[in-house]
């Protein structure tokens, strides 16, 4: 009950007794409020200073040490290589390729060979044999003549061999070849060579070589670390003192990694984060477990190396999505599943 309350109750009272009380006339007993301000404030004075002094004779509770479970928070990196090539097309982008290549050609205006080419020079007798063996001045739309009658069936199957580029890059090479010196006006004429581009498969993909940065160069790959608990994670570790997540991300990938990598931490924001409970079986000071809030981050050069490490690992691999699906634990993989480029 509050102090205001305790007040009210006694001043009632006391307008009570009065009526009760014989000294008082019959005129204040029919109508008490014309008592003067001063009774009543005087009542009220003496009901405040009886519930202050019951307040004071409360004695307090004393506050008990309570300790409130917390979370070690930790710090991890997710370490990427971007892919370093496009993507493989599908097979109705290659497709579709191919028909805008065939449609320009019908579109276009006829090629003007005599304005390119002076007549009866070895560069005119090259050009009339390799537009003999394709039909038509494009180079990478197989055999194909835009002013035909079939001039309109212009499309290819999904699938055909002319629209994978691995034939496109052929043809193109071999129309690169020029004839030896010499033998410019011959038919048979022998051909010099042209180097190609280097192949998007590289000696790493067909060693499986899962530590070598040089394969999947149109995927991104991740870097993960293999700890004393025989787990495939990313490196991560907890925070010390007041630093920031940025600072423990630079410190965890050298203490990790080594120094002889080229990295970039994105963003000063976590991009997710997981929670692992330590469960019965746990600490007992306190600590219900962990939660490590996992920043992005980029390698530019170098290569990992384990070891001066301070974290304790053992191994480490660079891995694309679908391998890092297999590698790490279920609980691991859906909390991290969503920072995961899908190429």
Known sequence: MSRTQNATRSLRTFI???????STCKKCRRNPSPRTYASIAAATAKA???TLSLDNHITPVAQANITVPTYRVKAGVILSRAPIITRDLTPFEKAFY?????????????????FYFQKGTPSDFEWKRKIRDRTTPARDIGRYNPYSKDGWNDELLIGATESEPDHQLEAILKDAEVPAVGQEHLEDAARIPVEGPMPRVTEAD?????????????RNLYLVVKGQEG?????????????SLVQAAERIIVQSGGVNMNTWVIGNHPIGHMTFKYGRLGRNDGVLGEKTFFMRSRIMAGQANLKDNRLGLLDFRWLCR?????AVGA????AVRGTIAEQ
């Open 48 to 50: 405040q200073d009886d």
């Open 16 to 22: 009570r007794n009065s009526d009760n009380n014989p």
């Open 331 to 334: 609980h691991y993989w859906n």
């Open 206 to 218: 067909k060693a499986g070589d899962e530590k070598s940065l040089d394969r999947k160069l149109d």
């Open 231 to 243: 787990n495939w994670t990313f490196p991560s570790a907890s925070i010390v003192g007041k630093e």
């Open 322 to 326: 679908e391998e890092l699906q297999s």
């Open 98 to 114: 191919v028909y805008q290549r065939r449609l320009n050609e019908r579109l276009a205006l006829p090629f003007t060979r005599y």
